[in-house]
């Protein structure tokens, strides 16, 4: 298996842009997780997905931020328009059965907002 | 939600020596994973274990869900065990919280 793939690994924009981080979870899985890391406030969840469908999304920062997963093998993560503060790693994780199982990452999207 | 404690926050080894992580959390669980980031930034699970124990080579963990809180051991240390140590848990939402970790720094 090719584990969880995350694109672009890196991300150079300029403030006001539109960010689009994509994701493809292990095949199989049925929960999807989009997490962001800074040294501030560590590893943060923004949203999680169970068959798709979004399940929480209390820790999306504010109306920029949104997400989708139109099929079991698709998410994207949406920033628009990004700002210098949304600089961070996020990260893409799913698993087999939520809150059942080993929650596996992939590589993460290093975000750099000028 | 859940509040998840880890200790010490930092650490620094000899290489062979041995070591204890905590893991505190505030509620009861369904979940509880280890996780270790190495320098690179990689994110790998090493255990899934709401309670009871479990071991891979050097390392083991156990969960006393009763009690709250959760240990990693880490057993003859390597300098490739550097890195950060996270626990993350998860009541009955499902959704996995981390903790702030804790930074490892094992030396040759």
């Known amino acids: 298996d090719a584990g969880v793939i995350q694109s672009p690994r890196h991300e150079v924009t300029e403030m006001g842009q539109e960010v689009t981080l994509r994701c493809k979870p292990i095949?199989?899985?049925?929960?999807l997780f989009w997490y962001r890391q800074t040294m501030m406030r560590g590893l943060e969840l923004l949203i999680y997905f169970n068959n798709n469908v979004p399940i929480d999304d209390s820790g999306m920062p504010e109306d920029r931020f949104s997400a989708k997963m139109p099929n079991a093998s698709f998410s994207t993560l949406k920033i628009q328009p990004s700002e210098p503060r949304d600089s961070a790693v996020y990260f893409c994780?799913?698993?087999?059965?939520?809150?059942?199982?080993?929650?596996?990452f992939g590589s993460g999207t290093q975000l750099s907002v000028l | 939600g859940i509040q998840v404690e880890q200790s010490p926050p930092d650490l620094i080894l000899q290489e062979g020596a041995n070591s204890t992580l905590r893991c505190n959390f505030s509620d009861s669980v369904n979940n509880l994973q280890w996780f270790h980031q190495n320098p690179w930034g990689q994110l790998i699970n090493l255990f899934y274990?709401?309670?009871g124990t479990k071991q891979n080579g050097r390392l083991s963990a156990t969960t006393v869900a009763t009690e709250r809180y959760s240990l990693l051991y880490i057993s003859s240390s390597q300098t490739t065990d550097s890195g950060v140590y996270f626990c993350a848990v998860a009541g009955s939402q499902g959704n996995l919280i981390f903790g702030k970790g804790t930074k490892l720094s094992v030396k040759p």
């Open positions: 095949s199989g899985h049925n929960s």
């Open positions: 274990i709401p309670s």
């Open positions: 994780a799913s698993s087999g059965i939520i809150g059942n199982e080993k929650l596996f």
